[in-house]
């Protein structure tokens, strides 16, 4: 009796495992499609009238985070607009980081900028996301974007915020707070929108992105509040 109870649970705890690992893989199989999904290209973008003159937010002041890059973003943000939020300020009032998902970050945009309303955008197509950055920074805000970036020589998912697009020029400008400002093409801005560019990203970072907590192609766009 002991002999078969022992194998049915075997067969039970198979049975578990295949099925985790069956609904995992199809949750990278589905990954693996929504970002193929996004590069639709900008081509059609270049010769658009409406992208042809640059735009660029002056003001922003790269820093080096000492407590987190959400943190730091809102810091810099904080200083362009003129206020006086500090990652220190936000850190004593939580005792913690609230900033860890796009989610997260977007509530905290809307809490310490009331003056804005803080959208989030998320899985937008390569074409979308330039569109929907051109127009924030056209109407003179720069825009918090999550994306790939470089730590000394490790990838990590981090928030920085976007100053200058010149879409003709193939030029982004990105106010890095990992203590620079980063001036890239458009095609290794997408590539580290959509996290292609992360080499080797560990399969528990593959599997927040396959189950949600982590976006590929996000802005966070802020308009002033009417």
Request: proline content about 4%.
């Amino acid at each position: 009796m002991k002999s078969r109870a022992l194998k049915r649970t075997a067969i039970a705890v198979v049975a578990v495992i295949a099925a985790i690992v069956c609904v995992a893989a199809i949750a990278l199989v589905t990954l693996q499609g929504r970002t193929d999904a996004l590069r639709d290209g900008y081509s059609n973008m270049l010769a658009d009238a409406n992208y042809c003159v640059p735009v660029k937010v002056e003001g922003v002041e790269a820093i080096t985070q000492e407590v987190s890059c959400g943190y730091a973003v809102i810091e810099m943000f904080s200083a362009w607009d003129g206020g006086g939020i500090t990652e220190e300020y936000l850190y004593d009032k939580y005792g913690k980081v609230v900033t860890s998902t796009g989610r997260s970050f977007c509530d905290e945009m809307n809490k310490q900028f009331p003056e804005y309303v803080t959208t989030m955008r998320k899985y937008l197509t390569d074409s979308e996301l330039l569109d929907v950055v051109h127009a924030c920074l056209a109407e003179g805000v720069p825009v918090p974007i999550e994306w790939a970036a470089k730590y000394g020589d490790e990838w990590t998912l981090h928030y920085s915020l976007v100053t200058g697009l010149d879409i003709p020029g193939n030029k982004v400008t990105v106010a890095n707070p990992y203590g620079y400002v980063e001036e890239i093409s458009l095609d290794e801005f997408l590539d580290r929108t959509r996290f292609d560019a992360y080499e080797d990203m560990p399969l528990f970072m593959k599997f927040g992105f396959a189950f949600g907590i982590f976006e590929k192609n996000t802005v966070f766009v802020p308009e002033r509040a009417s």
